[in-house]
């Protein structure tokens, strides 16, 4: 579908308007993995695609713990759920947009190393 470039980023201050809370609030959030943030440019960002509703996408932290599991860093966690997978014919994060998250899920698992 898209690749991470093409993808709108939001700044810990967009989250703290977004989601009404605070700054530490959204820094536990990525702690709890909730949320997944990269540096880009040096400024810590999540893909909006991240959240739905005005809210962290629920299928979100269970899949990131399957990665986890399955070996996966948070670069290469964040690189699988923005990447096109051949298996879900879209990126995990837009299958799970979708409703797919066991099949997301179950493809993360194959690919523990």
Do not use: C, N, Y
């Amino acid at each position: 579908m898209s690749s991470s470039a093409d993808r709108e980023w939001l700044t810990v201050p967009d989250l703290v308007e977004m989601l009404g809370v605070s700054t530490s609030r959204v820094r536990r959030l990525f702690e709890d993995r909730i949320l997944l943030a990269e540096r880009r440019d040096g400024v810590l960002k999540v893909p909006a695609d991240f959240l739905k509703d005005g809210e962290p996408l629920h299928e979100l932290r269970g899949t990131l713990m399957v990665l986890a599991d399955a070996g996966f860093s948070d670069d290469e966690a964040m690189h699988w759920l923005l990447g096109e997978d051949d298996s879900l014919g879209a990126a995990p994060v837009d299958a799970l947009r979708q409703g797919r998250k066991s099949e997301v899920r179950r493809v993360a698992q194959s690919l523990a190393f």
